[in-house]
Every structure is written in structure tokens, then in C-alpha cells.
């Protein structure tokens, strides 16, 4: 089943709120442990669970077809380069092919994990009403927070600050 999201918009996030979903800006969800749902690798083409990522790490969903996707990937490659050893980055495409997702990535330039998410699983586990969205996970995998809508550069290293590392 290929799955089609809404790309981020008001209404999305006050549904959000409404129906209580995780995915209500940067202070929304947590406290719940990463979902035991598939992603596939990939790099490797190996399936495993979401649940075994780990953490300290940000787990950005996102698609091509999503402007604010792009728009926000090579940020995240900027800030996983600076965090190398100390947050870990995954990816999560929602519900396209790896194909297409790849030529993307080689595109932008992206070497952090890549993971495919074909049924759009761990978004509906999260909450996630609308893409981008990342969660904030803790080192114990318990997902601190999920943050709907694109990031710039410095956000994402305020959305660390806040949650994964003792520094202001």
C-alpha cells in the first residue's frame, strides 16, 4: 500500500493537537519507547525494528515528493558531520522506493543511515500527521519528542541541546 502524506500546514498540527498525536511542533509527544515496526536499510537491504535504532539520535521522516523535505536535508547532513560519535542521525523515507529515495539522498549528498519505511508504519506510531517530522530519541530509545515541520541548520542543533546533550 503506497501511502501519501500531507505536507506540514496549520490544520495539520492543530488535527494533531485535537486528536492528542505526538507530532504538535517541537514540544509535542515522548515518553514512549521507539515502536517495534520494519524499516529496511537502505545500504544494506536488511530489515529490522525501529525499536533497535538506539540512540542518543534524531530520526527524521521524509519523502521526495515533500518541498520541506528536501528543503531540510542537507541541514541535517551539515549537523550530523558536526555531531559524528555524539547524536546519531537516521533517516526514515515514508512509503517510496528505495530507488527513488537513493538517487535523492546521492543527489543531496547524504551519508547518515537511510532506512525505508514502505507502509508509512512508524510514522503512525509516532502520531505523525504531516512530513517532515522528527522524533528526538534519548539513549535509552524512549522518544523524548517529535518535532512537526522542516528544520534549519541551527535548529536542529538547538532541538540536541534541549534534549541530548548537557551543554546550553
Known sequence: MRRRWTLVVPAAA????VLGLASCG?????GDALPDVPLTAMESGEVSSAADLGGPALVNLWATYCAPCRAEMPAFQVVSDELSGIVRFVGVNQGEDGASAQAFLDEVGVTFDQYLDENGELADSLGIAALPATAVVDADGTVLTVHSGALDAQEIRDLVAAHLTDEP
Not at 492543530?14 to 493537537?17: K, L, S, T
Open 26 to 30: 517541537s514540544g509535542g509527544g515522548g
Open 14 to 17: 492543530v488535527a494533531a493537537a
